[in-house]
């Protein structure tokens, strides 16, 4: 596998350049920002969005070269989405919980106002005052106008119109880390959650639990769907392990080779990428280490670069050619 990967850190932000097993720090930008979650604009390679711990929402149209600040009012960002076929759309996630969006590339912003509604008094977080966060999106092209939203602790949202509006959804557990969107089927969805892993097989009407533990992390495989990956917990932050499902979910194989089972920690995010036949997963670890992969055999390393306190990645060529035979 080449190419490129943007590793968000306590200290900045990190340009890793793959190419085969050799990886290289090609740049390290923004220094003293704790960065929450960063999104490569997938039609417009040389937009970069990086949400912060705060230090709010910055952006770079140049590739790295010039960051600006963004005018939104949130301080702590949580999560960044793109709307499929429409390449000026962006969604962020804050905390307190609030979600702003933009049909224009950030020139103008709208706010959902989250806080005003009754339910917002109940939201909460174990680590922080502020009152929930949203920490996840998932959106399908083939849906493109049906959005979900995750918040920790508060539950799963809905909007019917791209971003306009919300409305709460639901039975799933309302400790919310990761949603997942199905590659061949928009009414599929998985979640990570504080009461473990569920899937929704109806648009997140109704939800199943697969996995029971506390879990903050699961992807699906982008070209074969049947396969996907998720890092329980024995307790918040301790004691996890890597899983894989090769059936949708109806049973779960440990695909820990390379770690210690349990791990210290645990997985707090996946992300994949590459070509079919070199598709690697990486994960981001609770001890701010990352390590990786190859899907189709699985063994963990560490990624071989020095990284410290390591709390999201990205890659900038994230979509491959799907075969959803």
Same mark, same amino acid.
């Given at each position: 596998?080449?190419?490129?990967?943007?590793?968000?850190?306590?200290?900045?932000?990190?340009?890793?350049?793959?190419?085969?097993?050799?990886?290289?720090?090609?740049?390290?930008?923004?220094?003293?920002?704790?960065?929450?979650?960063?999104?490569?604009?997938?039609?417009?390679?040389?937009?970069?969005?990086?949400?912060?711990?705060?230090?709010?929402?910055?952006?770079?149209?140049?590739?790295?070269?010039?960051?600006?600040?963004?005018?939104?009012?949130?301080?702590?960002?949580?999560?960044?989405?793109?709307?499929?076929?429409?390449?000026?759309?962006?969604?962020?996630?804050?905390?307190?919980?609030?979600?702003?969006?933009?049909?224009?590339?950030?020139?103008?912003?709208?706010?959902?106002?989250?806080?005003?509604?009754?339910?917002?008094?109940?939201?909460?977080?174990?680590?922080?005052?502020?009152?929930?966060?949203?920490?996840?999106?998932?959106?399908?092209?083939?849906?493109?106008?049906?959005?979900?939203?995750?918040?920790?602790?508060?539950?799963?949202?809905?909007?019917?119109?791209?971003?306009?509006?919300?409305?709460?959804?639901?039975?799933?557990?309302?400790?919310?880390?990761? @949603? #997942?969107?199905?590659?061949?089927?928009?009414?599929?969805? !998985? %979640?990570? +959650? /504080?009461?473990? &892993?569920?899937?929704?097989?109806?648009?997140?009407?109704?939800?199943?639990?697969?996995?029971?533990?506390?879990?903050?992390?699961?992807?699906?495989?982008?070209?074969?769907?049947?396969?996907?990956?998720?890092?329980?917990?024995?307790?918040?932050?301790?004691?996890?392990?890597? @899983? #894989?499902?090769?059936?949708?979910?109806?049973?779960?194989? !440990? %695909?820990? +080779? /390379?770690?210690? &089972?349990?791990?210290?920690?645990?997985?707090?995010?996946?992300?994949?990428?590459?070509?079919?036949?070199?598709?690697?997963?990486?994960?981001?670890?609770?001890?701010?280490?990352?390590?990786?992969?190859?899907?189709?055999?699985?063994?963990?390393?560490?990624?071989?670069?020095? @990284?410290?306190?390591?709390?999201?990645?990205?890659?900038?060529?994230?979509?491959?050619?799907?075969?959803?035979?």
């Amino acid at each position: 596998m080449t190419g490129t990967v943007l590793v968000g850190t306590r200290d900045g932000l990190y340009t890793l350049a793959v190419d085969g097993e050799r990886w290289s720090v090609v740049d390290h930008v923004l220094h003293g920002h704790e960065i929450t979650c960063v999104l490569p604009m997938p039609d417009t390679p040389h937009t970069i969005w990086v949400g912060t711990y705060g230090d709010g929402l910055l952006v770079t149209r140049d590739g790295g070269g010039l960051w600006e600040p963004v005018d939104i009012d949130a301080t702590f960002v949580r999560a960044l989405c793109a709307l499929p076929g429409q390449p000026s759309a962006l969604l962020v996630g804050t905390e307190p919980a609030n979600i702003f969006w933009s049909t224009d590339g950030g020139k103008t912003w709208q706010d959902a106002g989250l806080y005003t509604w009754p339910q917002a008094s109940s939201w909460h977080l174990p680590y922080s005052p502020r009152a929930g966060a949203v920490r996840t999106f998932a959106v399908h092209p083939k849906a493109p106008h049906r959005l979900f939203a995750g918040i920790e602790v508060g539950g799963l949202l809905r909007s019917d119109d791209s971003g306009r509006s919300w409305h709460l959804q639901g039975n799933l557990h309302p400790d919310v880390h990761t @949603l #997942a969107a199905h590659p061949a089927d928009p009414d599929i969805l !998985l %979640a990570a +959650t /504080g009461g473990g &892993v569920y899937l929704s097989r109806d648009a997140g009407t109704s939800w199943t639990c697969l996995v029971d533990a506390y879990t903050r992390a699961v992807i699906y495989h982008p070209a074969r769907p049947h396969i996907a990956f998720a890092g329980p917990a024995r307790q918040v932050g301790r004691e996890g392990r890597i @899983l #894989a499902t090769k059936n949708g979910g109806a049973t779960w194989i !440990l %695909a820990s +080779t /390379g770690l210690p &089972v349990p791990m210290p920690g645990m997985v707090d995010a996946f992300s994949i990428a590459g070509q079919p036949s070199t598709l690697r997963l990486l994960a981001v670890l609770s001890d701010g280490r990352l390590i990786w992969s190859e899907v189709d055999r699985m063994a963990w390393r560490p990624v071989p670069v020095s @990284l410290h306190g390591v709390r999201c990645c990205a890659f900038t060529e994230p979509h491959v050619e799907s075969s959803h035979g």
